[in-house]
Each structure stands twice: as C-alpha cells, then as structure tokens.
C-alpha cells in the first residue's frame, strides 16, 4: 500500500482532458511538502514532468500542469495525445516514520 | 548535462548482496545534490531505498535500512548500492537518480534478478 494514494488507470480520448489525483495525508502533501510527477513510456525510465507542484521542465509541453490543494495534488494532462499513453507517478517527502522519499502506486494512462 | 549509467551484476543468487554502480557523467558528484537509488519489481510500483550527500551523509528507507548501504566514491564520480540477504522480492529493475527535491536526472536502469 502505498503512502500516496493514485487512481490505478485513467482513460480518455485522442483531444480530451484528463487528470490525475494524489491523495496524501498531514504527514506528506498536508505537512507542505512540494510534489513532483513523472511520466513513465513503457520500457523507459521515469522523467520528470513536473516539479514544486506546478513547475514544467524544459521541453515539457504545456498540456502538462500540476497543481496541489491540502493533503491532494493533481496532474491534468490536456489536448490527449497518443503518445501520452504511460504510467504516471507522484512523488513527495514525508515526515513519519515511513520512508523519508514516498511514492504514489502509479497510474495507467491510456488514450483511447 | 548530467547523466548517469547504472551498472552491475543481473543476476544474484538468494541470501547474497546485491551490489550496484551508478557513474555520473556531465558533473561533479560533489555539487550541491544528493544521489538517490530507486527501485521498481516488475510489474510494479517505484520504491525509494535510500540517498547519500557526497560528504557521505544518508537516509534510507526505514523498510530496507537493516540491509542497505550507500556510498560514495568522490575520485571515481560515482556512488553505490549494497543490498544484503537478498530474496526474490528484491528482483526489480534498480534505478540511479540525482534528487533536487525531485529526481531528475535519472539512469536507464539495470535488472536485477535474485534466483538460484
């Protein structure tokens, strides 16, 4: 069971709009640690696809965005694209006594 | 740019150490980072074993802290990875990654398989 809770697939069509929750609880998200996402291609390592909540790399499209409200974040993911089909994990940091580094379980996107 | 690379053996057998490599190329193990291992069964999940700071300072997952080490190696560029009285739980494709606060850059990735 993972200390960030994520829904374990979402779907949507080529166009559409979708998103993503993490549900954390005080001790991570609610304490006012930042999250991070990844996009995992399969067979590829994750890549960093948004950081500090909201935060865009270099060479990440603007269809990705982030945002964090309390103990949740989102990723929403639009203009869905095929290419866009990969698993998507978030990520913060958390103050009990389980793993300083914690993890959502991690989601199937797929693009319908 | 930095990059790193992951290297070390695929396969070890049950109740041995695992023991793995991460080169970094492009900069300096020594900036201002720390140096993380992340781990992924297949199938699966990421889980966080640990980091190391160059001065060699670490954390570790509480879960595998009786049996993980990290180290640093500042001469070579690289830092690595020992895991102790390994079962087949612990076969998972084991990744190097720099931690900012989040994990960017991170390597290709190397499998590891625990079987006799």
């Known amino acids: 069971q993972s200390v960030l809770t994520q829904p374990p697939s979402v779907s949507g069509a080529p166009g559409q709009r979708v998103t993503i929750s993490c549900t954390g609880s005080?001790?991570?998200?609610?304490?006012?640690?930042?999250v991070h996402w990844y996009q995992q291609l399969p067979g590829t390592a994750p890549k960093l696809l948004i950081y500090g909540n909201s935060n865009r790399p270099s060479g990440v499209p603007d269809r990705f965005s982030g945002s964090k409200s309390g103990t949740s974040a989102s990723l929403a993911i639009t203009g869905l694209q095929a290419e866009d089909e990969a698993d998507y994990y978030c990520?913060?940091?958390?103050?009990?006594?389980?793993?300083?580094?914690?993890f959502g379980g991690g989601t199937k996107l797929t693009v319908l | 740019q930095v990059q790193l690379q992951e290297s070390g053996p695929g396969l070890v057998k049950p109740s041995g150490t695992l023991s793995l490599t991460c080169a970094v190329s492009g900069g300096s193990i020594s900036s201002s980072n720390w140096w993380s291992w992340v781990r992924q069964p297949p199938g699966k999940g990421l889980e966080w074993i640990g980091e190391?700071?160059?001065?060699?300072?670490?954390n570790y997952n509480p879960s595998l802290k009786s049996r993980v080490t990290i180290s640093v190696d500042k001469s070579k560029n690289q830092f690595s990875l020992k895991l102790s009285s390994v079962t087949a739980a612990d076969t998972a494709v084991y990744y190097c990654a720099r931690a900012v606060n989040w994990f960017d850059p991170w390597g290709q990735g190397t499998l590891v398989t625990v079987s006799s």
């Open positions: 005080s001790s991570n998200i609610g304490a006012g640690y930042d």
């Open positions: 190391i700071y160059h001065s060699g300072s670490t």
């Open positions: 990520q913060s940091y958390d103050s009990s006594l389980s793993a300083h580094v914690v």
